[in-house]
């Protein structure tokens, strides 16, 4: 069973702090993507790597695939009430889509 | 691009009786949906793999029955929930796979909420 476990799962912290979410496995992904969900609201793909060791950047994020294909990080500088949701990352191997648990993030204004 | 929309983004309904809710895909074709059910303040939970032409494919514990999936066109899936029980209230979100650049990305629809009184 291929699964992708996300740590930590809720994390609270004060605007403007640093922040950095995983996403672990021990399988290979094809690709992996990351989302973030507001309450309410249906999941919205923020990036897609592709590339072992692949980084990409969107604004104050961070996402880093690893060397491996196993494992991504999401790194977020400078926390902003904004940035508060739910994040998901998904694994696509052998034709399938596996979706991590998710990390809840709370930034404190 | 890669839009995908849900309808009816909130229904409330009399247990017993059966709801349907579609999903969309409005400006790309795609062969696969999936529909996810998600309880507060948790992860979602897939429940059911759609494929255009052919049956769905359910995740174990989900009754095929009561969660009626229908993929007619390459553009529109629907699910219905027959005999809805107030245990059935969640949030239903479906997803859309694409082809071709799009295969190995899903998008979601923005949710339906149930509410079974």
């Known amino acids: 069973t291929q699964l992708l476990e996300q740590s930590p799962q809720f994390l609270s912290i004060q605007e403007g702090e640093n922040l950095t979410v995983y996403c672990n496995s021990s399988?290979?992904?094809?690709?992996l993507q990351w989302y973030r969900q507001e309450p309410g609201e249906g999941p919205v793909l923020l990036v897609t790597?592709?590339?072992?060791?692949e980084v990409k950047k969107l604004k104050r994020l961070t996402f880093q695939f690893g060397d491996a294909r196993k494992d991504s990080s999401l790194h977020i500088t400078a926390a902003q009430p904004g940035d508060t949701g739910l994040y998901l990352c998904?694994?696509?191997?052998?034709?399938?889509?596996?979706f991590g648990k998710g990390t809840r993030l709370h930034i404190l204004p | 691009g890669a839009v995908v929309s849900q309808h009816p983004s909130w229904v409330i309904c009399k247990s017993g009786t059966s709801v349907k809710i579609e999903c969309r895909s409005l400006?790309?074709?795609?062969?696969?949906m999936f529909w996810y059910r998600q309880f507060p303040k948790q992860s979602l939970m897939l429940m059911a793999t759609?494929?255009?032409?052919?049956?769905?494919?359910?995740e174990q514990g989900v009754e095929k029955d009561k969660f009626l999936i229908n993929h007619a066109s390459l553009t529109l899936s629907t699910l219905t929930v027959t005999s809805a029980h107030p245990e059935d209230s969640s949030f239903y979100i479906c997803?859309?796979?694409?082809?071709?650049?799009?295969?190995?990305?899903?998008?979601f629809g923005p949710g339906t909420r149930l509410t079974v009184t």
């Open positions: 997803s859309a796979r694409g082809t071709g650049v799009l295969s190995y990305e899903q998008y």
């Open positions: 399988s290979v992904f094809s690709s």
């Open positions: 790597v592709v590339t072992g060791g």
């Open positions: 998904a694994g696509l191997a052998d034709d399938k889509i596996i």
């Open positions: 400006d790309f074709q795609a062969t696969t």
């Open positions: 759609s494929n255009e032409g052919s049956k769905a494919t359910y």
